[in-house]
């Protein structure tokens, strides 16, 4: 078993950096675009046979070394949502006008593809399982006006927030029943909230959210772009935007190369890949880009940035 992943984020000693890239499982690979002819993307989330297979495509053709569920950030919406489609990203016939729409869901029953994948990826796997869930501002983005709310009715706002914010909690104490052995919340749209109405609106349920996760033992990297916020995760996974030393002296951290970086040549992307993990290499760090993988990324170059990262000596 290859557990360097959860060593790094327990600041254990590793003999290597891990590595693993976000949205790796996706279009960049023609294993996974042969899968993508036969069904849609929405069919793939829901069919554990398939999710498991594309879940384990990078493992396979990368190395790297951890998984991440195949699903969206969206799935644990559909029972709220039924409507929403995925062209390619996600489409919301109806976006939801008041909180109370959001009701009381439970995963196990209305989801339970999600847990039968988990539970067949761990069967499987020889490497941890990341399950995730996207931030609640981040998925408010997505089913409601929530930059008018913000505007005009900030109580319903957070009214939203702390409602998706329950949602969230039940599916990812799902997840970690069902085996899920980290948690990666994507907040991809928090940057846009100055600080002051970031602590207000939106940290107070990613502050229950980490808690609630790692009381049961698992390990949870908040994941956003812009800048570094503390919301009491184990690590934090940031963008180019952010120093990586400057990061890692604050706790563990994840990133954090510009996915364009990987769309030159293996020899360029190892030369960036070099540049941006030797300062850092050592427990506590996860190499990883500093948002997903483009579909235009040569194979070769998502190859080289895992093989290059292994290659970099660790510091005790
Ligand atoms: O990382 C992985 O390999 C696991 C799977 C995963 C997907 N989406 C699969 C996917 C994960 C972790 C996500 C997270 C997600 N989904 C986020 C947060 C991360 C980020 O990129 O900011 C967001 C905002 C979404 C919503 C979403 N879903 C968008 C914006 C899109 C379209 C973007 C695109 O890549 O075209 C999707 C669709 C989606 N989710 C695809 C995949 C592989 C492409 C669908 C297809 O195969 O046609």
Redesign the pocket.
């Known amino acids: 078993m290859n557990d360097l992943f959860l060593r790094a984020l327990r600041e254990e000693p590793v003999e290597r950096i891990p590595v693993w890239?976000?949205?790796?499982?996706?279009?960049y690979l023609p294993q996974?675009r042969a899968v993508?002819e036969k069904v849609d993307?929405l069919t793939?989330c829901r069919t554990p046979e398939l999710a498991v297979e594309v879940?384990l495509q990078?493992v396979a053709i990368l190395g790297v070394d951890a998984a991440?569920?195949?699903?969206?950030?969206?799935v644990p919406m559909l029972p709220v949502i039924p409507g929403i489609r995925?062209d390619?990203?996600?489409k919301i016939p109806e976006p939801l006008e008041h909180p109370s729409q959001i009701g009381d869901h439970d995963p196990e029953k209305e989801i339970p593809y999600v847990g039968e994948s988990i539970r067949m990826l761990r069967r499987a796997l020889r490497v941890p399982l990341i399950g995730?869930a996207?931030a609640p501002y981040?998925l408010a983005t997505?089913t409601t006006d929530i930059r008018r709310l913000r505007r005009e009715d900030a109580k319903k706002a957070r009214e939203f927030l702390d409602r998706l914010a329950l949602l969230t909690e039940r599916y990812l104490l799902y997840q970690v029943d069902a085996g899920a052995q980290a948690i990666?919340i994507?907040d991809?749209?928090g940057q846009e909230l100055p600080a002051a109405e970031f602590e207000a609106l939106a940290a107070p349920g990613l502050r229950r959210l980490c808690a609630a996760v790692r009381a049961r033992g698992v390990p949870v990297i908040y994941?956003a772009?812009g800048p570094l916020r503390d919301v009491g995760a184990t690590a934090c996974g940031v963008d180019w935007t952010v120093d990586l030393a400057e990061a890692r002296r604050r706790g563990p951290v994840q990133g954090n190369l510009a996915p364009d970086r990987l769309l030159s040549s293996p020899e360029d992307v190892a030369r960036a890949a070099r540049a941006m993990a030797e300062p850092v290499a050592g427990t506590g760090y996860v190499a990883n880009l500093g948002?997903?993988i483009l579909?235009e990324t040569p194979v070769e170059c998502a190859k080289a940035f895992v093989s290059t990262i292994h290659s970099i000596p660790c510091k005790r």
Not at 21 to 27: E, L, P, S, V, Y
Not at 68 to 74: A, H, Y
């Open positions: 890239i976000m949205r790796q499982a996706g279009r996974y993508r993307f793939l879940t990078p991440i569920l195949f699903s969206d950030i969206l995925f390619p990203g996600p995730f996207g981040t997505y990666q994507f991809s749209w994941f772009r948002h997903g579909p």
